[in-house]
């Protein structure tokens, strides 16, 4: 046994040394591993063209493809200006947009991008602000105010963006200086049928058939900006095995959870979860087979709830995996050793909060505050607003730091924003969310739990009571009473209202509860962890992602499913077709119109997706794959299932990213959507 | 408060005064309540015309409408023969099927059908048989004994097919003897699409647009059966608030449960048993939603499933209402206090096992029960396989009645039917299961218990590697080892049998806890009560459903939904194509080319389905709906969702039993189908 385990950790180290793991920093890029490994030595130009050309959009990444101001990122990251420029008569999201000239080329308004210019490691400044005899409360006010300060007399010097950003749970600090491009504008994207071929059930899976892209073009001056670090495109298709780079904004992992705490995901947060999700995407689904109107009022939930459970299941199937548990215990391992072997370090170690009862706090106090505090009970948009305006006006009457955050004068705006919206609110919807949510919390809390308030009614009899009940449709009635304060709070006879007044206690105790004895604390153990790493490790370890420009190494590479199924490293044009024909041309699955059209003219043995093993997460979404020569070779889409639970753990056994490859694009923005202008500039 | 509390109880005798709960015995038929609110007197002949038209299926009811043999029944009720006389041609389910003469009836060959002709109780000499002293395995011998006796002399003396059946859990047995017929043809049946109009989004709701019927036709000696006995056909549409009855089989009710056991229903069971369901749901759905050939593969487990949830769904919104709770508390103090003046059963108190105790056991041993068991673990077919071909080696070396009940000798011939089955399993949705039912039985037991035998694999890897091992698919590998009994089984490598082998211990163990701590001591409680209720109450109240022949009650009416909508008691023709319209025409909401074609002729305003307040339950399907005249006014085919709680709770406030109106059915055979011969033949 003990041979057999000692096998298995030297397997394992073995593994992660060889793994391309990481999300590096550009300050701190992984060059000895890439020549060791690959014989290729990152120069300090090439890392300065991946990092300026590499673009940060609000929801994901894009990148410089041309001198020009050309701009390439996922037809997913485009959706939300795509649906701003959206008239009644035409629908770009669905039916695409191709500019033809630079002239049609359609001003975005409400875009905005930015690309690192250069950064500064001011960790020593942030930390010498705060003094050792300074309560949490100080601190934390210290740590913003040298922030501000660093930042504004940045921006002053520069003319740049500033912000400074928090790495390794606080144990570094660093500058970022932005270049702003505010004037962008749509130069190409294709029909949704085509940017998001295969919907959701292809989501996360692999192989895949999809051209998920777009072009936009940064502007200064009312002309095409001049973009001399630019990606260029790649004269040959990408090759298995070859080495690949990825630059862009991944947004969150967990890398630093402890396998205590990955256990309690596994066997705790998730299950309950995906309880929850299960059960809203059969209840969601129910409701839309019901009618076409059905349908397309609860379409957009019904589709985060899908995306959310197909999230949870991959993390849990990962957390499920002895293999990979055992990989995060070896690192785990390796960290308490060294840390045990340093004197200094080890007499410190009393200090860490106990995150064995962090964890019991937090099982204790869950299905509480995910029930009353974050409104499982109570799911109703209505609700949501009533609690709003109640909170709202208890929170003004307050300082502005003794505010739940949410209620501080910087979101106040965000949160009427919210509050006044005119989206339509539909009273089924409201009813079937509140039932459910009734019913579930009945299920768990016990259906006599007075905190649900059922006033011995059944969950639909109080669901339609308080919905019908309700004038909170009304956005008037709602800016009537966020008016009126406290005294129209305490006047008003509205079910909704009288509700959210009654279970307001109960919510706040059970967050404050939450807050102090599960998250304040937990987030001490980490940045106290992280901390320790630091000083033991120095940055040879790179930060959790944290939306920051990050680069990732790996090589194109297809796998193997548990099933022996071999997975090729990329797949051809002509699969789309295929896959079109195997359902029959039934949507999601549907051949767009364009494509059928232009088969005669296009290669179908064309490559058009590929899989890599570079390290990325959500956020990365619209960032470039590229070569040794800083030459495009696919475009980030996705990441297959196995790759979902690389939010705690990197596995690059079967997890993949996915991209639309580079000679995919290319043939399709020649023969299908006749835009060889675009073809054309790509890699000038 | 109680002056609150003796109004409520008051109001809820008089609703139950009122309510037309019950599924009455023809041997006890409520003659007295029937005459005292509707001043209807039923007659002997009345009652015996009802009894005798009315037939048992093998899953449901049928009803003689005319003296000539003619059968009518549910589509529904018809598919499994509709199914079976299907042809590579012809697929009769999708198609239908019309007689157009007599000559053209289709035999049935397994068709058989039941008349029950006479009755006869025979508690005195059941009961006598069991003497005080014999322990309980003896006294079920013997009752067993006595049973046989008593049925083969009454089948000696009059050629009739006699069954003891038992009623009031044990409170009386009654000798029941049936005509059988067993040459049975088809005549007719609608097109699925008109017999399942709305598919499964639209069943147990309603309004509703369904001709979910079916007619057959009894043959003797090789011509149509007299059959005097037989309901007429109504010359008026039945009105609003008139009296309906409805005589069938209604399958199984649980209204003895007492209200501790319902809120174990309501707090543990079902919540328990739905969170499987919403999760299995899902998981088909995403497969289905992979390519029609998945979609094909798990069609008819996701129909189950989807309509499992439904039914659950429906008991636990019934369970949640404290209205209903209300009303089975009052029956239950009614009992109690009746009890407890009774000085000599009073005495006997004690003697009623524990029911808090036995729920607490069920809930200890609920989890470990359900996953080793009951199979939530392993869901594969292949694993059913495997388990099956354990049990049977070793089960066979022990005498019959030691066995477990499932391998005794007259239940062997069954199993083998199961075991040797040639119906295709196939490897992906088996994988899919097993991955399914480690991950959840993970969540709940915990990812490392050894029970799960998943031997340091994640559930997705155990899965594969059990099912791409195993041989069980071939039927000849299953008949090989069965007959190679125990050695067979311990020399095998399959890793199915192995997984079988290593989790028999626990699930036997488990199976024998449930049986001997929850299910005997729940049955000996009810038992208990049953008896103590019939000594008080004689039979002025009706048994638990069992599939005999049962009489109820009821008034055509609508109803008002919780969100005010009224409720229609009958919906019209024209609805349908409204209907079908609304959905564009997309299944199961497409109208049938057939009423298509005849819209012109048809009678648009004459009404389809509708709705009245009789107690009926599963096994009602195809039971006809009469009027005081014994003449059909409706066909029974589904009850509304808020009907579904009616297996432990009856109530009249909006659930309602669901009909196919007979103008409709008339209007469709003569205007649709051109069946004119069998609407002539309706009535006469």
Redesign the interface.
């Known amino acids: 046994m003990i041979r057999f385990a000692i096998a298995f950790v030297l397997l394992s180290l073995a593994n992660s040394l060889f793994a391309e793991e990481g999300m590096f920093l550009f300050s701190n890029p992984p060059k000895k591993a890439v020549v060791e490994k690959y014989g290729f030595e990152m120069s300090d130009g090439w890392l300065e063209t991946a990092q300026k050309a590499t673009l940060r959009f609000p929801n994901g990444t894009g990148s410089f493809v041309s001198g020009n101001g050309l701009i390439m990122t996922n037809h997913h990251i485009a959706s939300a200006q795509l649906q701003a420029l959206s008239t009644e008569e035409n629908d770009l999201l669905s039916n695409g947009f191709y500019a033809k000239t630079e002239a049609e080329e359609l001003p975005c308004p409400s875009l905005e991008l930015l690309a690192l210019q250069s950064y500064e490691d001011v960790s020593e400044k942030v930390k010498s602000a705060v003094k050792p005899e300074m309560s949490l409360e100080e601190a934390e006010k210290a740590r913003r105010a040298v922030i501000a300060r660093i930042e504004k007399e940045a921006t002053d010097a520069t003319g740049l963006q500033c912000n400074v950003v928090t790495l390794y749970q606080g144990g570094q600090y660093h500058l970022y200086r932005y270049k702003k491009y505010a004037d962008v504008r749509l130069v190409f994207a294709p029909e949704q049928q085509a940017g998001s071929f295969g919907g959701?059930?292809d989501n996360f899976e692999y192989p895949r058939y999809c051209l998920d892209c777009a072009f936009f073009r940064a502007y200064e001056d009312g002309k095409p900006a001049a973009t001399p670090h630019h990606f260029g495109w790649a004269k040959e298709n990408v090759k298995n095995d070859e080495l690949v780079f990825v630059s862009g904004h991944p947004g969150r992992t967990n890398r630093a959870y402890v396998p205590l705490h990955l256990?309690f995901q596994?066997?705790v947060v998730?299950?309950r979860t995906?309880?929850k999700l299960?059960?809203l995407?059969?209840v969601y689904?129910?409701y839309a087979?019901?009618?076409?109107e059905n349908k397309r009022r609860i379409k957009n939930e019904l589709d985060y709830i899908k995306n959310s459970?197909k999230v949870r299941t991959g993390q849990?199937?990962g957390?499920?995996?002895?293999?990979l548990m055992m990989q995060k215990n070896v690192e785990d391992d390796i960290f308490w050793s060294t840390f045990q072997r340093d004197e200094r370090l080890f007499k410190e170690r009393a200090t860490l909060p106990n995150l064995n009862e962090i964890l019991q706090s937090w099982m204790g106090v869950l299905n509480l505050y995910q029930f009353v505090e974050q409104g499982d009970a109570f799911p109703a948009r209505t609700f949501q607003i009533a609690r709003m305006l109640v909170r709202l006006a208890y929170e003004l009457e307050k300082p502005n730091d003794q505010r739940l955050s949410e209620y501080q004068d910087s979101n106040l705006d965000s949160l009427k924003r919210s509050l006044f919206s005119e989206a339509p609110i539909y009273e089924?919807v409201e009813?079937l969310k509140l039932e459910n949510g009734l019913?579930f919390c009945?299920?768990?809390l016990?259906?006599t739990d007075p905190i649900l308030g059922?006033d011995?009614?059944?969950?639909?009899?109080r669901a339609?009571e308080l919905v019908?009940g309700t004038r909170l449709f009304a956005v008037e009635e709602r800016k009537r009473i966020a008016e009126g304060g406290i005294k129209a709070i305490e006047e008003s006879s509205d079910p909704m209202i009288k509700l959210a007044v009654a279970a307001d206690p109960h919510a706040r105790k059970v967050r404050k509860q939450f807050e102090t004895t599960v998250d304040e604390p937990l987030k001490q153990a980490y940045a106290k962890i992280a901390d320790w790493k630091f000083q033991l490790f120095g940055d040879t370890f790179y930060p959790d992602a944290t939306f920051t420009l990050r680069l990732s190494y790996g090589t194109v590479k297809g796998y193997t499913e548990?099933?022996?199924t071999a997975v090729p490293p990329w797949t051809v044009i002509d699969g789309m077709f295929e896959r079109a024909a195997?359902?029959?041309n039934?949507p999601p699955f549907d051949m767009p119109e364009s494509w059928a059209k232009a088969k005669g003219k296009l290669d179908l043995t064309m490559p058009f997706n590929l899989v890599s093993t570079n390290d990325i997460i959500g956020g990365n979404s619209g960032s470039p794959l590229f070569n040794k020569n800083a030459e495009v070779v696919g475009l980030i889409f996705d990441g297959n299932l196995q790759s979902l639970s690389s939010d705690m753990i990197y596995t690059d056994v079967q997890s993949r990213a996915v991209s639309v490859h580079a000679a995919g694009i290319v043939e399709a923005l020649r023969k299908v959507y006749d835009m060889g202008r675009i073809a054309d500039e790509l890699g000038n």
């Open positions: 959701d059930p256990k596994r066997d998730l299950p995906l309880q299960y059960r995407e059969t689904s129910v087979e019901r009618s076409e459970r849990q199937a957390l499920l995996d002895p293999a089924d009813i019913t009945s299920e768990v016990g259906a059922l011995a009614k059944s969950p639909i009899q339609t019908k548990d099933d022996g195997s359902h029959k039934v």
